[in-house]
T-cell receptor, first 112, second 112 residues
Framework: GESVGLHLPTLSVQEGDNSIINCAYS??????FIWYKQESGKGPQFIID?????DKRQGQRVTVLLNKTVKHLSLQIAATQPGDSAVYFC???????????FGGGTRLMVKP | NAGVTQTPKFRVLKTGQSMTLLCAQD?????MYWYRQDPGMGLRLIHY???????AKGEVPDGYNVSRLKKQNFLLGLESAAPSQTSVYFC???????????FGPGTRLTVT
C-alpha cells in the first residue's frame, strides 16, 4: 500500500557539519507534513512542518524542503550538534484526514 | 501545563493478563491517539478519538480496546495480553484533525 518511507536508516555526521535527512512519500493527496525528533527513551517531539502549498520552510537551524513533483521531503539541520543525535521521523496527513502516517525513521549520529 | 502524561511508565504482564494504560492531556485537545512502537521501527496507530465519547480504529487495532469518557483522558485496554503486544506505547493529542501531535513519554510494556 501507499506509505511514507525513508532512504537512509542511519546517518552519521561530524559535529558542525550540515545534516540532510530524506523521506519519500507515495500519496499525491498528502497535503501536510511534519518532522519529529525522538531522543532515546522519550516521545517524539515536533520540529517543523510544511503544507503542500509551500516548497520550503525554515526554522531555527532547520529547513524542510518539499518536492511534490517527485514526492520527496527533506530535513536539513545546519551546524549539527551532539544534542541533535536522535531518530527523526517524517509524517504525512492525507486528504486533511484525522490521522498522521509515520515513516520508519532515520537515526542521526553526531560524531564529536 | 503538564502536556500529555501517561501512566504507568513500565509494566510487565504475563500472557493472558489484562491491563489499562491511561493517557491524560491538559491542553483541551479534541483529538487523541494511541500508537505502538516496536524496536527500530516507526509508530503504528492503534486507535484514535476525535472527541469525547468517540473512538475509531487505526492501523493495528486487534487485541486492544479504548475509551474516551472524558475529553482529557484516553484509555487503552488489553483484555488478554500476548507476547506480540510487547512494545512501547505512546499517546498523543492534537488540536486539529491531522495536525501537529503532542506526545507523552511512553509506556514500556513487556508481556512474558
Amino acid at each position: 500500500g501507499e506509505s511514507v518511507g525513508l532512504h537512509l536508516p542511519t546517518l552519521s555526521v561530524q559535529e558542525g557539519d550540515n545534516s540532510i535527512i530524506n523521506c519519500a512519500y507515495s500519496n499525491s493527496a498528502s497535503d501536510y507534513f511534519i518532522w519529529y525528533k525522538q531522543e532515546s527513551g522519550k516521545g517524539p517531539q515536533f520540529i517543523i512542518d510544511i503544507r503542500s502549498n509551500m516548497d520550503k520552510r525554515q526554522g531555527q537551524r532547520v529547513t524542510v524542503l518539499l518536492n511534490k513533483t517527485v514526492k520527496h521531503l527533506s530535513l536539513q539541520i545546519a551546524a549539527t550538534q551532539p544534542g541533535d543525535s536522535a531518530v527523526y521521523f517524517c509524517a504525512e496527513n492525507r486528504n486533511a484526514g484525522n490521522m498522521l502516517t509515520f515513516g520508519g525513521g532515520t537515526r542521526l549520529m553526531v560524531k564529536p | 501545563n503538564a502536556g500529555v502524561t501517561q501512566t504507568p511508565k513500565f509494566r510487565v504482564l504475563k500472557t493472558g493478563q489484562s491491563m489499562t494504560l491511561l493517557c491524560a492531556q491538559d491542553m483541551n485537545h479534541e483529538y487523541m491517539y494511541w500508537y505502538r512502537q516496536d524496536p527500530g521501527m516507526g509508530l503504528r496507530l492503534i486507535h484514535y478519538s476525535v472527541g469525547e465519547g468517540t473512538t475509531a480504529k487505526g492501523e493495528v487495532p486487534d487485541g486492544y480496546n479504548v475509551s474516551r469518557l472524558k475529553k482529557q483522558n484516553f484509555l487503552l485496554g488489553l483484555e488478554s495480553a500476548a507476547p506480540s503486544q510487547t512494545s512501547v506505547y505512546f499517546c498523543a493529542s492534537s488540536y486539529t484533525a491531522g495536525g501537529e501531535q503532542y506526545f507523552g513519554p511512553g509506556t514500556r510494556l513487556t508481556v512474558t
